[in-house]
């Protein structure tokens, strides 16, 4: 499972990078980053483990592949 998972978050890092990449400053100024922060949270107190919707993820992939 590790390598999913590592392959999960590579790719949703480079998602979150391309998406951040297409906004501009102004669409920062009325940004609600309340469940940006929650998530820092979460990670910092969970360290390295993956968080409950990266889990669910790769559930719900596994199901689809018959794993």
């Known amino acids: ?3 999913e998972v ?3 978050r590579a790719l949703a890092e480079d998602l979150a990078l391309e998406i951040i990449a297409s906004y501009t400053a102004d669409d920062f ?3 609600d980053f309340t469940s940006l922060g929650q998530a820092a949270v979460y990670l910092a107190d969970h360290e390295d483990g993956p968080g409950p919707a990266l ?3 790769i559930e719900k992939i596994q199901k689809a592949a018959g794993s």
Request: aromatic fraction near 0%.
């Open 29 to 31: 100024k009325d940004a």
């Open 55 to 57: 889990l669910e993820l």
């Open 1 to 3: 499972m590790t390598r």
């Open 6 to 8: 590592d392959l999960i």
